[in-house]
């Protein structure tokens, strides 16, 4: 095993963050963001608790449930309670919409208070096929009202727990940095995403996304992650949670390779707890009925809400970091990019 423990280190092996990828980051939600929530049924919460922990929190409902009450004010329904001031991240999802939105900031009881806002690319959502029919996943369909649907199963040991973690296309990544600001990153790869490796331990291949890797950067300031892995089709979750670290070991990696490609590095997670649970926010957003996805052109192309967000920030730096983006330029890139750099 090879981890990555420093900056250089996980650069060198990684690479270095691009300053479009940094300067996408907005202070508060714009009407792009409103645009995106006001059509989002479902998204998961990281919560970073008074002891360091981290933790993950499904939240679903009709479109507009999660309600802005002022720009930098983001109401969260049905949140145990978190307690005040607790760093926490948000990924949004739009049902049949590739892109997701991250919105980072802290708890005021039920609302987030925004910090931080951007869009995160598709690859992981085209990658896990999130909102392909439900055949393609040989999902196991629950029906409601049998036993099925109140399972609530803990240990890797557990065959519905490792079952569901190991068939899921698709996570979640709750991580915190050093000063104690929480994110949450959505991770996606064919079936198998997510791997045991034996000794207590799963691991999660790096693959391309939005090249912030903000998991991995966390990750060397605290270790602490919580994993939640989601089924399409169904509405058991499993979270994993535990301390994490970034490898690059060869043999490691290998294990990862889709269609000749081999992940840069890989995070391996100590597990402490895994757990299955029902969350009734997948059944309240109705997110795997493909009668919710949006129809397409119900928002603007990513790029041109990417181009807005890079220009607004370079607008607001004293000296500007990159000339301002053009919007034709970065669509005809980023066309090719979700169908040639996928893995
Ligand atoms: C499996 C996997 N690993 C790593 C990444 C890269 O993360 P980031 O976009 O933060 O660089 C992605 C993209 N979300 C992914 O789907």
Redesign the pocket.
Known sequence: MTRLETLDALESAVGKRPAT?MLKSISQLDGHCLDVLSLSTFGVLGVLSEAGRLSSHTIGGPAGVFHTLEPGRLQLPGLPHAGYGRPAGLVAFVAGWGETLRVNGRLDADTLIVEEAFL??A??VL??RLWSPLVEHEATIERSGTTQSSVLRSGLADPVVSGLLTRAPF?TIATADGAGRADI?????PSG?VRLLGNGEIG?????????????HNILERPEVSVLALMPGEETVVEVTGTAVVDDDPDLRAIFEVRGNT?VAVMRVRVESALAQRSSAIGAARLWDPKQHVPQGSLPRASRIWTDHVNATIASAKEAPIPALHEPDLAAGLQADYVQNLY
């Open positions: 990828a995160h690319c690859k992981c990658r896990s996570a990153s959505p991770k996606g790869d995403l999660i291949p790096d693959r391309p996304g939005n090249m912030r890797r903000d998991t991995f992940p």
